[in-house]
């Protein structure tokens, strides 16, 4: 069988993970890499003879060389790069946020639907086996209907004032609580829960960087009445680890969920499942997660093997298509637009 | 590459981790947070050590995280007392190149991190080095420089082996360069005269590069417990290979062990101790619970 040519647009941190998981792909074959480093690109050359270098991600795209790309690119590339590879008919997996413009989010997703190309965004969480098993809890309705959700996602990535400089103080780069971690958060809600209706009301406030917030606090209304406060901080200097938690409050029970583990409560025993009534803990270990090869984390290994798997079957991908992240964005521009502080 | 025909150096079978120093547990964030506070003061952690030692413990591992310039001084400073002690590092600190990396850029981090804090006679050799791998555009010399950064915590120490993190093993494993790892065991027999050994999450593909490429003679660590808790692509796969194993060529060493679950210790340990594994890595933070784990240990090899 041919193997599915691809090719890696940006080189930086996510890049470079992306080519060391999706490498050990048995059906895939890395071709060319593109970043606007030519020191990265002539160290990498010396050992990846095989892969076709460009300083220019245009020439990677019309090389003819790839049937799909891995986009990890700041932000604010990866509308023209999105829009050249569904021009060139080659499917994509582009790195969250997204874009930062709720309009051209949209038109990538019209025009990658269009042409049935695989699209996908790297929000990672929905392969996350804890976040799975909640989704499955979810769907059958074991804690009955959703009443009230509580997600939080706090780090100390920003623990000290900010001076001008790096892309996290330019929130067209993707910079900012709200992108680089809230992002995840929306989308892991969406996942979950569907699209909201409305967001209710937003606020964002500042502790240490000065062009972009670090704290991002919302309300959102789904249909049925359910509602979900979100919070998000990136500067808590009491975490050592980003920590991401989803309170969900049902009619039958309730679940506390973190990236650990989740608690179970039932108000009643589940026979048909074989839950007990009261608490039940599982924590990460106990949740089977197969994963052919682990470099960062199994959800990152399972999201690009499946990017890989969709292009190679010629099917849709389990993960964040670009239609669900313009959802995202949507949220995200409702909540700077409302920002009672602004 | 070194290969002779005599068999590789026997490894210790109990080696005494760092883990529960640092604040990692698997399990959960209250438990890392507790462990955080306690060890936060550098005597409790030498406690522990003493403790480990009085139990039999002659074998540590070491990450070259943030505190281990401190503990290797104490140790360093007191080496009448600790001489016998074997030292089994692993370098890096993924966490201090991961954020430098992340706020900098990745040429900018290696940079950082060489010409910081180094004395001058080193800075004089490292710079000079720098300079021709830059020139060169050279990501080999550059590991080196990198390792040599790590490995001078470690200097005069009994060290046995100098294991690559699995952060980074994995890492590079993808990108199936036998360069890379050719040079890393050269340079480490030579420069450091001590066996390499790598940390993977990935022992059966690991194991299998290794193989192709012809690098033999090096230790492999790998998370090894009956719950499968870590162990890519599974825990069947890492017994058919373990069970294959020659350990004249590759020694194994298996790492949380206790990653279990609900199951006991005894269990846990049984099934280590069943397995063709030449050493094991535990930790424990009391005195009961080494003596405990170190009655259990049993390896069969």
């Known amino acids: 069988m041919e193997k599915v040519r691809i090719g890696i647009i940006g080189m930086g941190r996510m890049g470079l993970t992306h080519f060391s998981i999706i490498n050990t792909h048995p059906a895939i074959e890395i071709t060319t890499l593109a970043d606007s480093s030519s020191l990265m690109l002539d160290m990498m050359k010396k050992y990846l003879p095989n892969v076709k270098m460009y300083t220019d991600f245009n020439e990677l795209l019309n090389s003819g060389m790839v049937d799909a790309v891995i986009v990890s690119t700041p932000s604010s590339l990866h509308y023209p790069v999105c829009k050249l590879a569904c021009e060139k008919g080659v499917s994509v997996f582009c790195e969250k946020p997204f874009t930062t413009d709720p309009s051209m989010a949209s038109k990538l997703a019209d025009m990658f639907e269009e042409k049935g190309l695989v699209n996908q965004v790297g929000y990672v969480y929905r392969f996350d086996p804890v976040v799975n098993t909640i989704k499955n809890l979810l769907d059958e309705e074991v804690i009955g209907k959703i009443c009230h959700v509580n997600a939080k996602f706090l780090s100390a990535t920003i623990s000290k004032m900010q001076p001008e400089k790096g892309w996290r103080s330019k929130r067209e780069n993707g910079g900012g609580a709200t992108y680089e971690m809230g992002s995840h958060v929306f989308d892991l809600m969406e996942y979950l829960f569907g699209k909201p209706e409305r967001v209710i009301g937003s606020i964002l406030n500042k502790v240490y960087s000065e062009t972009v917030e670090d704290i991002c606090e919302a309300g959102l209304q789904y249909k049925n009445e359910v509602t979900a406060n979100i919070y998000i901080n990136w500067s808590d200097y009491t975490y050592r680890k980003p920590m991401l938690s989803l309170d969900i409050h049902g009619t039958k029970g309730k679940i506390l969920a973190d990236l650990y583990g989740y608690k179970l409560f039932l108000r009643e025993e589940n026979k048909v499942k074989g839950l007990p009534s009261g608490w039940t803990s599982v924590p990460m270990n106990m949740i089977s997660d197969p994963t052919p090869f682990y470099v960062r984390g199994t959800s990152f290994t399972n999201q690009l093997y499946d990017f890989a798997d969709a292009v190679n079957e010629s099917r849709k991908t389990r993960g964040c298509s670009f239609r669900a992240a313009s959802y995202t964005q949507e949220i995200i521009h409702t909540i700077f637009n409302n920002d009672a502080n602004k | ?301």
């Not at chain 2, 004395?119 to 300079?131: A, H, L, R, Y």
């Not at chain 2, 090096?218 to 825990?235: D, L, Q």
Request: hydrophobic share 40%.
């Open chain 2, 1 to 301: 590459m070194m290969q002779t025909n005599k068999s590789m150096d026997k490894i210790d079978k109990e080696i005494f981790g760092d883990n529960q120093f640092f604040g990692i547990n698997h399990r959960s964030q209250d438990k890392s947070e507790e462990l955080l506070k306690r060890f936060g003061d550098i005597i409790n952690i030498l406690k522990v050590y003493d403790n480990a030692f009085d139990c039999g413990i002659k074998a540590v591992m070491l990450n070259s995280n943030d505190r281990a310039e401190e503990i290797c001084q104490y140790f360093r400073d007191h080496k009448v007392k600790y001489g016998e002690v074997a030292w089994y590092p692993s370098v890096p600190y993924p966490h201090k190149y991961a954020d430098m990396v992340n706020e900098l850029g990745i040429f900018p981090a290696i940079s950082e991190v060489l010409f910081k804090g180094n004395t001058t006679g080193g800075v004089f050799s490292m710079i000079g080095k720098g300079i021709s791998a830059a020139w060169s555009k050279d990501a080999i010399k550059m590991m080196e420089m990198l390792l040599d950064v790590e490995f001078k915590i470690y200097r005069g120490l009994n060290v046995r082996v100098f294991f690559l993190l699995n952060p980074i093993t994995d890492l590079i494993l993808g990108y199936g360069i036998k360069e890379v790892f050719e040079h890393y065991c050269e340079y480490v027999r030579k420069k450091y005269k001590v066996t390499p050994g790598f940390i993977t999450l990935n022992l059966p593909y690991l194991k299998a590069k290794l193989k192709e490429w012809g690098i033999e003679e090096v230790v492999i660590c790998s998370a090894i417990n009956k719950a499968g808790f870590n162990m890519f692509p599974s825990k069947e796969e890492y017994e058919k290979v373990i069970a294959a194993n020659d350990p004249n060529k590759y020694q194994l060493m298996a790492m949380s062990p206790l990653a279990s679950g609900s199951i006991t210790p005894q269990e846990s340990f049984d099934y280590i101790n069943n397995l063709n594994l030449q050493s094991v890595v535990f930790g424990a933070s009391s005195k009961e619970h080494i003596q405990s784990s170190l009655g259990l240990i049993n390896l069969k090899y």
